[in-house]
Every structure is written in structure tokens, then in C-alpha cells.
T-cell receptor, first 116, second 114 residues
Framework: GAGVSQSPSNKVTEKGKDVELRCDPI?????LYWYRQSLGQGLEFLIY????????KSGLPSDRFSAERTGGSVSTLTIQRTQQEDSAVYLC??????????????FGPGTRLTVT | GQSLEQPSEVTAVEGAIVQINCTYQ??????LSWYQQHDGGAPTFLSY????GLEETGRFSSFLSRSDSYGYLLLQELQMKDSASYFC???????????????FGPGTRLSVLP
């Protein structure tokens, strides 16, 4: 299909609630990445999937964050017991997995999360 | 630790040439890439360098010096639409279990004036 899609585009939630963010990568891209971007800031790397496997989860900010990927395609990022500091734009990207292609990541439009 | 430094803001006029620098400190190094992000938009890939030297893609060029841990993005014939934030990013150490770790710089906001 087209590019990387993410849903929802905007999410407002109350502190303490759980949220689930979805990413649908470009077909054929086996590498998938999650980032977080606060207003006016750079991108903070969260996690990388190669297929359905996330070899390292140390980039996740806390144990309230988890991510999974199924079927080598769709990925979900779940934040439990949301806090106000979780408010940010959550970006998903995908790429091929040849050595050069890791650098050419295609980003989705992001999910803007606001925790009130 | 890992860190990348970029100027926070750069201003130039239409038609001019501007250079955005990026210095990095990482535990490993596998390449430097550049992304453009317009306000409210998603980052889009511009270029990447794995080896020393200059890579040219149309009006944009990117340079890397691994010995100096330094790179830059060169934008020529500036247009108003080039007003955006520009991020350098490195692929840091390749984790033993084939994980990846990408680190983005804080971004440089380019304003192109008429």
C-alpha cells in the first residue's frame, strides 16, 4: 500500500488510564521502529523490531511501556497507567533490512498523545 | 554515552547556501543520516553516509568525516519550502543480539527568508 499509517492520530486520555497505539508499516518492510518526540525536541528511540522480535527493550522509558508486533506487520505500543510526562507524539517508522536501508526509515504521521 | 550536537537555529535567504553541522559521540558508529521535518509533519529521509566524503542528491549534499566524528548537510539554492527542522541521526553500536539503536540529534530549525 501507501506509506506507514498510525492510529489514532490524536488521543486524549486521563492520567492512570491505559492506551494502545497502532502502527501499520509499509508492506515488505521487516524492520519497524518506535520513537517519541516531545514538542520542539528531537526524536527519542524507543524500540526496534526485526520481524516479530524486539532484540532489545532497554530504550523503553519504563516498565509501563510495552510493544509487540504480530505477523511481521502491525505493531502496537501500549502504555499502562499513563502519566502526564507520557504526553508526546509517538512516531512509527519502517525500513528494509539491508545494511544501508536501516538509515532510510519511512515515518508515519504519528499519534499525538495528551495525558490530562 | 551517546550524544549528537547541532546548532539550534539557522537563518538564510532564498537562493543562498547553508551548512548544518553535526558532531557525534557514540560507543560505535555505523553511519550518519539526515532527516527533514516540517512543522506538524513526519520526518522524511534525506541522505546517509557510511563512508567519508560527500554524497550529493540534487540541491542537498551530506558530508562525513569519521576521524573527526563530524558531518554536515549542505543545502543549496535555498527555497522557502526548505524552512523546516533538520535532524542528524546515527546508528549506534550494533547490539550483540542484532538489536539496533538509533540516536537523533536535537534538530536544527532552518528559516528561509524571502
Amino acid at each position: 500500500g501507501a506509506g506507514v499509517s498510525q492510529s489514532p492520530s490524536n488521543k486524549v486520555t486521563e492520567k492512570g488510564k491505559d492506551v494502545e497505539l497502532r502502527c501499520d508499516p509499509i508492506s515488505g518492510h521487516t524492520a519497524l521502529y518506535w520513537y517519541r518526540q516531545s514538542l520542539g525536541q528531537g526524536l527519542e528511540f524507543l524500540i526496534y523490531f526485526q520481524g516479530n522480535s524486539a532484540p532489545d527493550k532497554s530504550g523503553l522509558p519504563s516498565d509501563r511501556f510495552s510493544a509487540e508486533r504480530t505477523g511481521g506487520s502491525v505493531s502496537t505500543l501500549t502504555i499502562q497507567r499513563t502519566q502526564q510526562e507520557d504526553s508526546a507524539v509517538y512516531l512509527c517508522a519502517s525500513s528494509l533490512v539491508t545494511s544501508g536501508s536501516f538509515y532510510e526509515q519511512y515515518f508515519g504521521p504519528g499519534t499525538r498523545l495528551t495525558v490530562t | 554515552g551517546q550524544s549528537l550536537e547541532q546548532p539550534s537555529e539557522v537563518t538564510a535567504v532564498e537562493g543562498a547556501i547553508v551548512q548544518i553541522n553535526c558532531t557525534y559521540q557514540t560507543s560505535g558508529f555505523y553511519g550518519l543520516s539526515w532527516y527533514q521535518q516540517h512543522d506538524g509533519g513526519a520526518p522524511t529521509f534525506l541522505s546517509y553516509n557510511a563512508l567519508d566524503g560527500l554524497e550529493e542528491t540534487g540541491r542537498f549534499s551530506s558530508f562525513l568525516s569519521r576521524s573527526d566524528s563530524y558531518g554536515y548537510l549542505l543545502l543549496q539554492e535555498l527555497q522557502m519550502k526548505d524552512s523546516a527542522s533538520y535532524f542528524c541521526a546515527v546508528r549506534d553500536r550494533l547490539l550483540d543480539n542484532y538489536g539496533q539503536n538509533f540516536v537523533f540529534g536535537p534538530g536544527t530549525r532552518l528559516s528561509v527568508l524571502p
